[in-house]
């Protein structure tokens, strides 16, 4: 059985998120929902029954799902679909009749579609933006409109809202009118290529979360996707694509990719037609995005021909042909790669330091074992044996964003840092409790370790850091608490468990159950709590919003005896640690921001609406641009740390060479991997931790490394440490 855990990063639209089309074989969506049901009701670690309370809740939370934001359905449609649906949907699952959710997607289609074409009424006229009125930004918690004319009101003010923006965006391709005609053309055509599969899978989506938040159900190229996802290569061509205007367009080219390598196909090209072989062309004009990405992906060292509008192309009627032979696609970015940071140790001389970046606990679990099968703790161990190599004097783990992945791995990775010993407790619903324990008594790295975390680190990051933590051997730094996802999911192919539904395939999908919760060796469990760090640092992801007691229907928090364990012997002088990064952080300005860009984000959420004038945007505009100048010009009078970042990724491992890292131009990129607010993007300021910062003014990791540089000191010189203060 496979162990896994939810929260892995999604891949980009190129690796078919989504259903596929409905093919002949494709097995009955009431046999589907029959297997689901009953799976949900005897494997779920609640155990708990698909009975009419459940029903209730189920319809809730489907009505939701199509319509998060409350404003197509009415409390009249609730209210009827309640009396209708309410107590018997659990039977409809249970029995095998798919029929409600056809008939409460079809109503929300027909609501949906009338909105439109009201909504292009609504365009027709004309707005001053002089008014004193303000529009709801997020309606999830609010109620349902009453009736028509209630949610005719809630639109007006609505689009007036978008209108407006739309006038505010200084990179305006269109007028405000054409760019929203677009948006909500675009979003009646998605909606129309919703088929019966796809509305199972939300259908049934809905059901399994209603469980939890981590079970679900997954369509066969969904599970296909994750699959993907946990070990780290494809096969097809190397493109990421997104739907624009009835196109698979092209998004970006895989460095190293065929495509990339081939280097005929470009970026803006638009997908009209796709061929396998010498075979003719499948028109994919106004085709779902997934079932494009399908027919262009296939077996390795097979043709696949597109014909494409090129993007350079003046004309819209030219084509060209391209014919690509597919191959194995490693995608490299979300690998671990390390880094050696050469700056001036405490002591005054240089001193090497390691960070180790880890998006996701990844692993090929289809060949498990197998020597080239893909390994989070195998590509781990070869950077730092490499690290060591450098003699650097201290490691860090950098697990911000990582939302897990394999329990394996994560065990087997914490076996890198301990002699042997437990590393987690799972229990399942008979309350049968099992220890994960690493064997291995070698040690990949003995020396000063921290771990940095953030409110996005999530499951096996909270098993990794929390063992560490209880054995004493690393540092947690970062967010007061990590995710707080405490709970274990399998993933169980419905074609293999009913094999009358996919003769033993997964074309009927599969259902990520979950079956177990997890534990700390020392009984805690981190479901809801997390991982509370040992040294705090100011963030904007820190927020109540964000972790598993946000969410709907989390499983709760309890406790398990501790296992036992040996302490790391040697000291890591937290309270001295504590001490020392708090002056620092006090007196920095980029932690200055960003306590007052989270207090600026909290502010919004709580006041959750817009003015519709538009010379109180523009004035608002205008606060945040001279507050944004203004920081500017204070970085650069900032000398920044004399370091040097040497890059090692698993592809120069083995390389003699280092790569330097250049900061001449600010990257397109910000530490965390979005793209930096400039003065000219009015709206990105709340939205990553690094706001209008290259990778130089990333103040967790350069504050990660300063209490880096106090652990080795006072590793080091353990007198200069307070009394009280080395454990």
């Known amino acids: 059985m496979k162990y896994l855990f939810a929260f892995c990063a999604p891949l980009a639209l190129s690796l078919a998120l989504g259903a596929t089309s409905l093919r002949a074989d494709t097995p009955d969506p009431g046999q589907i929902e029959i297997s689901v049901g009953r799976l949900l009701e005897q494997g779920h670690y609640s155990r708990m029954k698909l009975d009419e309370k459940v029903s209730q809740r189920f319809l809730k939370n489907y009505l939701e799902a199509l319509d998060y934001n409350h404003l197509y359905f009415t409390q009249k449609d609730v209210d009827l679909f309640t009396a209708k649906f309410g107590n018997t949907l659990n039977n409809d699952v249970l029995l095998g009749n798919p029929d409600p959710a056809f008939t409460i997607f079809n109503i929300y289609k027909k609501h949906v579609e009338d909105r439109v074409a009201k909504i292009k009424e609504l365009l027709t006229k004309k707005y001053d933006f002089t008014s004193d009125r303000t529009v709801e930004v997020n309606r999830q918690k ?8 209630d949610a005719d009101n809630l639109w007006a003010d609505r689009i007036e809202g978008e209108l407006l923006q739309e006038t505010l965006n200084k990179h305006a391709t269109d007028t405000p009118v054409k760019v929203l005609t677009r948006r909500y053309d675009q979003m009646l055509r998605n909606l129309h290529e919703q088929n019966k599969e796809d509305i199972i899978k939300g259908f049934l989506t809905t059901l399994a979360l209603t469980y939890d938040p981590h079970s679900e159900y997954m369509s066969k190229s969904e599970l296909d996707n994750f699959q993907i996802n946990m070990r780290l290569s494809l096969v097809g061509i190397g493109a990421v694509l997104h739907s624009e205007d009835g196109y698979a367009k092209i998004a970006e080219l895989v460095p190293g990719g065929p495509a990339a390598k081939d280097a005929r196909l470009k970026v803006g090209d638009r997908v009209t037609g796709v061929a396998q072989g010498d075979k003719d062309f499948v028109d994919s004009v106004d085709m779902k995005l997934d079932k494009v990405v399908e027919m262009i992906r296939g077996k390795k060292d097979t043709i696949v021909r597109l014909q494409v509008i090129p993007a350079s192309a003046t004309d819209p009627s030219v084509r060209k042909i391209i014919e690509i032979k597919r191959d194995e696609i490693k995608l490299k970015e979300q690998e671990a790669k390390a880094e050696i940071i050469e700056r001036t140790g405490p002591d005054g ?33 070869a950077l730092i044996n490499r690290l060591k190599q450098e003699h650097i004097q201290g490691l860090v783990m950098d697990l911000r964003k990582n939302g897990g992945g394999s329990l394996e791995e994560a065990v087997n990775l914490t076996g890198l840092f301990i002699k042997r010993g437990p590393v987690v407790q799972a229990k399942d619903s008979n309350g049968n409790i099992h220890v994960s324990k690493d064997r291995d008594p070698s040690i990949a790295w003995d020396g000063p370790l921290i771990v940095c975390c953030n409110r996005l680190s999530a499951s096996a990051s909270e098993i990794f850091a929390a063992a560490l933590q209880d054995y004493n051997r690393a540092v947690i730094v970062g967010d007061a608490s990590t995710f707080g996802k405490g709970t274990v999911q399998t ?12 003769s033993g395939n997964n074309e009927a999908g599969a259902l990520k ?40 229907g989390p499983l709760p928090y309890d406790t398990v005896p501790p296992v036992d364990f040996d302490k790391w012997e040697h000291p890591l002088f937290k309270n001295d640690l504590r001490q020392r990064s708090a002056a620092r952080v ?4 980029e932690f200055r921001y960003i306590t007052e860009d989270l207090d600026e984000v909290k502010k919004r959420l709580a006041e959750n609406k817009v003015s519709l004038n538009q010379k109180v945007r523009l004035a608002e505009i205008d606060e945040d641009k001279a507050k944004r100048d203004k920081r500017t010009a204070a970085r650069e009078k900032v000398k920044q740390p004399d370091a040097k970042t040497y890059v090692i990724t698993l592809d120069n491992v083995a390389k003699p060479d280092l790569q330097l890292v250049t900061y001449e131009k600010p990257d397109k990129k910000t530490a965390d991997g979005a793209a930096p607010a400039t003065p000219a993007d009015d709206d990105a300021a709340e939205d990553d931790e690094s706001t209008n910062r290259t990778e130089r003014f990333d103040p967790i990791k350069i504050e990660t490394l300063n209490i880096l540089n106090d652990l080795i000191d006072l590793s080091r010189n353990p007198k200069t440490a307070t009394a009280s203060t080395t454990k």
């Open 142 to 149: 609010s109620a349902w409109p009453k009736d028509d004319a």
């Open 349 to 381: 001389n240089p001193i090497r330091l390691g960070w180790i970046i880890l998006p996701s606990f990844y692993a090929d679990m289809e060949h498990s074992g197998a020597a080239g099968a893909k390994s989070t703790t195998k590509d781990v161990l």
């Open 491 to 502: 993933m169980l192919e419905i074609g293999r468990i009913m094999p009358f539904l996919g």
């Open 513 to 552: 159950l979950t079956i177990q919760k997890f534990y700390r060796i020392a009984g805690g469990s981190t479901q809801h709590k997390g991982v509370e760090s040992d040294v705090k640092l100011p963030s904007l992801f820190d927020r109540p919003e964000i972790g598993e007691s946000a969410l709907k």
């Open 586 to 589: 006090a007196a920095d300005p």
